[in-house]
T-cell receptor
Framework: AQSVTQPDIHITVSEGASLELRCNYS??????LFWYVQSPGQGLQLLLK??????LVQGIKGFEAEFKRSQSSFNLRKPSVHWSDAAEYFC??????????????FGKGTTLSVSS | EPEVTQTPSHQVTQMGQEVILRCVPI?????FYWYRQILGQKVEFLVS????????KSEIFDDQFSVERPDGSNFTLKIRSTKLEDSAMYFC?????????FGQGTRLTVV
């Protein structure tokens, strides 16, 4: 069955430290990959996406993610975390964006806390 | 910047009542979605809608739920005879065939 796994439920990093959030997927083919962020009481905001091409993609707020086909992973990184990055982060995949109404499948999320 | 708008932001309803959650997708998008997030749990897909019909739905989306695009701008989710376990944040999303953009959500509380 198709699945998205975010192994870390909760991560705490110090402000200014680097961050890596893990995401693994289970599909037969390469899916379309996304990272969304949800701040407390807010909706989901798209951070970045991977469709094809360069496996290192840049997003908003200084985030980047790297697609590794051999590991079925799409890990999110940021070199220096700011206190405002504290939020819930969701990895999501879609099998196809050409078929009408293809759903996004979300991981369970990783809660990021930032300590001073 | 275009955005998906959801109303109301918070709705409280009594068990057994019907509720309608409203969404205004981004104007040139063709694909519309509803997702649900129960407190502390992951975001779950409910239904997708394209060309005025449901194109995909999850096991959660049973006969209690229905969706409609009553006019050129609104996209609604109706929940009949609400249950306590329907309490959740409901997110509407739209896409133009690329990334999905989400609204801020409607928090539904069933008492």
């Amino acid at each position: 069955a198709q699945s998205v796994t975010q192994p870390d439920i909760h991560i705490t990093v110090s402000e200014g430290a680097s961050l890596e959030l893990r995401c693994n997927y289970s599909y037969g083919a390469t899916p379309y990959l996304f990272w969304y962020v949800q701040s407390p009481g807010q909706g989901l905001q798209l951070l970045l996406k991977y469709f094809s091409g360069d496996t290192l993609v840049q997003g908003i707020k200084g985030f980047e993610a790297e697609f590794k086909r051999s590991q079925s992973s799409f890990n999110l990184r940021k070199p220096s975390v700011h206190w405002s990055d504290a939020a819930e982060y969701f990895c999501a995949v879609a099998l196809s964006l050409n078929q009408a109404g293809t759903a996004l499948i979300f991981g369970k999320g990783t809660t990021l806390s930032v300590s001073s | 910047e275009p955005e998906v708008t959801q109303t109301p932001s918070h709705q409280v309803t009594q068990m057994g009542q019907e509720v309608i959650l409203r969404c205004v997708p981004i104007s040139n998008h063709l694909y519309f979605y509803w997702y649900r997030q129960i407190l502390g749990q992951k975001v779950e897909f409910l239904v997708s809608f394209y060309n005025n019909e449901i194109s995909e739905k999850s096991e959660i989306f049973d006969d209690q739920f229905s969706v409609e695009r009553p006019d050129g701008s609104n996209f609604t989710l109706k929940i009949r005879s609400t249950k306590l376990e329907d309490s959740a944040m409901y997110f509407c999303a739209s896409s133009g065939g690329g990334s999905a953009f989400f609204g801020q959500g409607t928090r539904l509380t069933v008492v």
